[in-house]
Structures are given as C-alpha cells and as structure tokens.
C-alpha cells in the first residue's frame, strides 16, 4: 500500500473540509439553515424522538446551548419539543412536518447534484468515490452510527 506524505494529507483532508464547508455554505444560501440546523433535522429522521439531552450530546455542545438552538427551531416549525408530564425537566423533541419538507428538499437538491455530475464518471471511479465514502468515518475515527 503506498503511504502519503504528511503534506499530501494535509492538503487532501483540506480539499475535503473546503469542500464540505461550501457546499454546507451553498445549502445555507438555498434554506436559510446553518448547518448545525440542517444535521439536527437529519439526525431527527434517524432518531427521534430525542431528549435535549441527547440533542446537547449529539452536537458535542452544552445544554443551554441546545436548549437555544432547540427553541429557535421550534419558533421556526421545524421541530416540536414536549415536557414530559412526570419529570418536568425532560423535554422530547421531534421533526415536524415542515422539518422533514426541509429535509426533503435538502435530500432532493443533494441528489439532483450529485446524480448529474456522478454521470459523468466511468464505474470504477464511481465505485472508488462510493468506497471512500462508506470509508470515511472509519479513516477520521468518527461513529458510523446511521439507523435509516
């Protein structure tokens, strides 16, 4: 297997994280939604319904951090939050249906992309990229936890 150079990961894992940020940055325009937003409703239609709890611990961010952007989302429509009737400090939150509208969109506009310029590749370079995908939160030692 060939090794890379320090550089050559360096400039590569750029590439990546520059590309992700613009194309975070080209759906923002498009919603309106930043991107924590737009993972949260993601992580909603894998999960949910959630506790604030597992909100704050998904985004690795502190409580009264979600619980703002939680209410934000929730005065946008995107998302519900109910108390629990036994445990007043337990608050559940889930997808409403303009969230997942959002979702959808998001999905679709992210499809149409890459369905149009996938066309353009041979099969093996498509394979590669689909296995470098499947691969990469193993390489950047990240949970692949997805249940859809």
């Known amino acids: 297997m060939t090794r890379l150079t320090r550089t050559q990961i360096d400039d590569d894992l750029y590439l990546l994280l520059r590309t992700i940020y613009?194309?975070?940055k080209l759906l923002e325009s498009k919603t309106g939604l930043d991107f924590q937003k737009m993972y949260l409703?993601?992580?909603l239609v894998n999960e949910s319904p959630l506790r604030l709890t597992e909100v704050a611990k998904e985004l690795n961010i502190p409580m009264f951090s979600a619980s703002r952007l939680v209410d934000r989302m929730v005065s946008m429509g995107l998302i519900g939050k109910v108390q629990d009737e036994n445990d007043k400090r337990s608050i559940s939150i889930?997808?409403?249906?303009q969230g997942q509208a959002m979702i959808d969109d998001l999905e679709h506009r992210?499809?149409?992309?890459i369905q149009k310029n996938f066309s353009d590749l041979k099969d093996e370079d498509f394979n590669l990229v689909m296995q470098v995908i499947e691969k990469m939160h193993r390489i950047l030692e990240v949970s692949e936890k997805v249940t859809r």
């Open 22 to 24: 613009h194309y975070e």
């Open 41 to 43: 409703l993601l992580h």
């Open 94 to 97: 889930s997808l409403e249906p």
């Open 110 to 113: 992210s499809y149409d992309r």
